[in-house]
């Protein structure tokens, strides 16, 4: 908390219940008097159930997550996000596709942000990371190309 922003007790919570009992795809959080707390919570239904694996629908759904995250076409304001990313991974010497679910932990600060958010949002990274526990993937993101699909793959795999 070096940066006197203290972690809201919904983050946790929310984090829970998209890693436990899979009720959300992602939660995105904002800074806020200063706090973390929860902005978005994308709620997993059965489309998202039917189709978990399926590269070309969690593309899509993917998409939707980055248009959130940017928070509109300016994409100005940094955010912090827990993403359900579920992936076929397949190793050498796998005689077929392993079906893994990694949860990401974004730290969004869009290279057009100001200083002063990108600040606050870089020291209180560390906190925000203790309060939602081990086991989780760190993807650093300032521009799009870090937020596509094909970079959250690589991300996942590579733990």
Known sequence: MASGVSVAAEVVTALQDLKIRHKYKYVIYHIADGEVR???KDDINSDDKNNEYNTEY???RHSAFVEQLKGGEEATTCRYAVYDFS???QKEGD???RKTNKILFIVWCPDNATVKNKML???SKDA???ALGSGITEVQ???LSELSFEYFWE???SK
């Open 128 to 130: 925000v990371k203790k």
């Open 58 to 60: 969690q593309k899509q």
């Open 155 to 157: 991300k996942a795999q």
């Open 141 to 143: 993101a300032t521009d």
């Open 95 to 97: 005689t077929a596709p």
């Open 38 to 40: 929860s902005e978005t």
């Open 121 to 123: 949002y870089a020291s």
């Open 87 to 89: 992936i076929l991974d």
